[in-house]
């Protein structure tokens, strides 16, 4: 799979999951920080986001774990988070 298949995939997924009505998947920068001065998500915008990509690729995300700043980074985080837990390799 293309990596820059599953960011668009996963940038789809931010915009429907978080209603963001302003903003298109060209507007996302896939190595952006997602939270603070990225996209400026909180908390509940994670958790929001956190279900959608588990609903969509079957992964999981424990809210007690530190690593989960880390995949959620940025789109760039959260595509090799993905492709790391379901075997896909990324061109």
């Not at 789809?12 to 978080?18: H, Y």
């Not at 996209?39 to 509940?44: A, E, H, M, N, T």
């Not at 609903?55 to 530190?66: A, H, R, T």
Request: hydrophobic share 40%; no cysteine.
């Amino acid at each position: 799979m293309k990596k820059e298949t599953l960011e668009h995939e996963i940038k789809e997924i931010i915009i429907s999951a978080l209603d963001l009505e302003d903003i298109t998947v060209d507007d996302i920068d896939s190595a952006a920080p997602l939270f603070n001065e990225g996209l400026g998500l909180d908390s509940i915008d994670a958790l929001e986001l956190g279900m959608a990509l588990k609903k969509k690729y079957d992964v999981n995300f424990k809210s007690d774990k530190e690593e989960n700043k880390e995949y959620f980074k940025s789109v760039e985080a959260l595509a090799n988070y993905i492709a790391k837990s379901k075997n896909i390799t990324l061109e």
